[in-house]
């Protein structure tokens, strides 16, 4: 199936700097790219979501950038909050859709 | 405002026995999605409901069934259980079939299968 690489799989920021997670993938068709966020033990929550037509959006501290002729999108958090830590999983959509491909997922570690 | 409810939250089954997992949608919403997460790893993509029909099926062998009631609820059927079964079972529900910005997939807490 087609692919979804996300880097890196761990990050630590101390409080108040920026955070950046990327992911490349591989389906040229897929148009649809959400951001989740799970925290430990709950239901991954969409943070934020953008479509090809747009190469980037932004609400409050977090902003998703969308390459769509290089294939990679990028989530970036600014002033990070210890609240912020969780894993963060990038998405794209595939099978013209109906479902999505999903990356292994970023620790993101924000320390006071 | 209630959000996507599965049950049961835990579960624990033998090697070869069947298990059954449901989900309701929140309301509104027709798609219902079922994802595989694998610790430490991202959500896989089982299958997707829509309207009572099948519209998408990830690469999971035959043992895994799925279907959708007129209510647009759900369930997953998996049959003759491996160890590597052991996941958390997530399901989404959505607006429509196509997964966008207009119909963002909003998941439940998961049950949390483990096969001995």
């Known amino acids: 199936g087609e692919n979804v690489e996300q880097h890196p799989s761990t990050l630590s920021v101390q409080e108040g700097d920026s955070a950046v997670i990327k992911c490349t993938y591989s389906?040229?068709?897929?148009?649809?790219f959400p951001w989740y966020k799970q925290e430990l033990g709950k239901r991954p929550q969409l943070i934020i979501d953008?479509?090809?037509?747009?190469g980037e959006k932004k609400d409050q501290r977090i902003a998703v950038t969308l390459n769509k002729t290089a294939k990679h999108f990028s989530l970036h958090i600014t002033e990070t909050q210890p609240e912020d830590s969780a894993v963060y999983f990038c998405a794209a959509e595939v099978d013209s859709g109906y479902a999505l491909n999903f990356g292994k997922g970023t620790s993101l570690l924000v320390t006071p | 405002d209630a959000g996507v409810t599965q049950s049961p939250t835990h579960l624990i089954k033998t090697r070869g026995q069947q298990v059954t997992l449901r989900c309701s949608p929140i309301?509104?919403?027709?798609?219902v999605s079922w994802y595989q997460q694998v610790l430490g790893q991202g959500p896989q993509f089982i299958f997707q409901?829509?309207?009572?029909?099948?519209?998408g099926r990830g690469n999971f062998p035959d043992r895994f069934s799925a279907r959708q009631f007129p209510n647009y609820s759900s369930e997953l059927n998996v049959n003759a259980l491996l160890l590597g079964d052991s996941a958390l079972y997530l399901c989404?529900?959505?607006?429509?079939?196509?997964?966008?910005?207009?119909?963002?997939?909003?998941f439940g807490n998961g049950t949390r299968l483990t096969v001995t």
């Open positions: 953008i479509r090809s037509n747009v």
């Open positions: 389906d040229s068709a897929s148009n649809y």
């Open positions: 989404a529900s959505s607006r429509s079939d196509i997964t966008g910005i207009s119909s963002p997939l909003h």
């Open positions: 309301s509104g919403h027709k798609s």
């Open positions: 409901y829509y309207e009572k029909e099948e519209r």
